[in-house]
Antibody, heavy 127, light 110 residues
Framework: QVLLVQSGAEVKKPGASVTVSCKAS????????MHWVRQAPGQGLEWMGW????????KYAQKFQGRVTITRDTFANTGYLELNSLRAEDTAVYYC????????????????????WGQGTRVTVAS | QSVLTQPPSASGTPGQRVTISCSGS????????VNWYQQFPGTAPKLLIY???HRPSGVPDRFSGSKSGTSASLAISGLQSEDEADYFC???????????FGGGTKVTVL
């Protein structure tokens, strides 16, 4: 059974950083990419970026460039999302999701899809 | 304001057919396939339809997807009470160089 288990809720002050982890099991971690998506309270879904599980290549949404870093530990089968310079608007539930479909060295095909998703990690930014 | 446009709500009585639209552009839906996700309150999204019209195993066949031009649709036939959830469409946007989602449609079973 493919499973993504994320780390617990976080409360951070404005200007701080947060790291969310996503431990994968039930599949070969290096053969897939992993996406990060967030959802602000009562809002829709917002894609943040992906990491190639094999070679570590990354791609970030322009909105988060310079503030987000996605990494992975292939020995621990775990992906990480680090978001810096937090502000109140970053309050959201953060999800990891496995990319499913064709994966090349440069990254996943744009025709792919996300399955499964982690259970989500709530990050609250407040002073 | 989401890049893909969905109606905020849709409803029907048990057994009815409900259709949710997802409108994009030539840079998004016009060039790429569309995926649909189902989300219950307080839980993570779950893949419902991939590659515009494919159902993952385990998804009931009352759910179907289609795409035409710059729009896509999700249809739920034989609506059931357990279908009450939020539904999101998603695709790759070539100009924004990002995955984009619709704002979500809340389906209510009357």
């Amino acid at each position: 059974q493919v499973l993504l288990v994320q780390s617990g809720a976080e409360v951070k002050k404005p200007g701080a950083s947060v790291t969310v982890s996503c431990k994968a099991s039930g599949y070969t971690f290096t053969m897939y990419a992993m996406h990060w998506v967030r959802q602000a309270p009562g809002q829709g879904l917002e894609w943040m970026g992906w990491i190639h599980g094999g070679n570590g290549n990354t791609k970030y949404a322009q909105k988060f460039q310079g503030r987000v870093t996605i990494t992975r530990d292939t020995f621990a089968n775990t992906g990480y999302l680090e978001l810096n310079s937090l502000r109140a608007e970053d309050t959201a539930v953060y999800y990891c999701a496995r990319d499913l479909g064709r994966l090349e060295d440069l990254g996943p095909s744009v025709e792919n899809w996300f399955d499964p998703w982690g259970q989500g990690t709530r990050v609250t930014v407040a002073s | 304001q989401s890049v893909l446009t969905q109606p905020p709500s849709a409803s029907g009585t048990p057994g009815q057919r409900v259709t949710i639209s997802c409108s994009g552009s030539s840079s998004s839906i016009g060039r790429n396939t569309v995926n649909w996700y189902q989300q219950f309150p307080g839980t993570a999204p779950k893949l419902l339809i991939y590659s515009s019209d494919h159902r993952p195993s385990g998804v009931p066949d009352r759910f179907s997807g289609s795409k035409s031009g710059t729009s896509a649709s999700l249809a739920i036939s034989g609506l059931q009470s357990e279908d009450e959830a939020d539904y999101f469409c998603a695709t790759w946007h070539g100009s924004l160089n990002a995955w984009v989602f619709g704002g979500g449609t809340k389906v209510t079973v009357l």
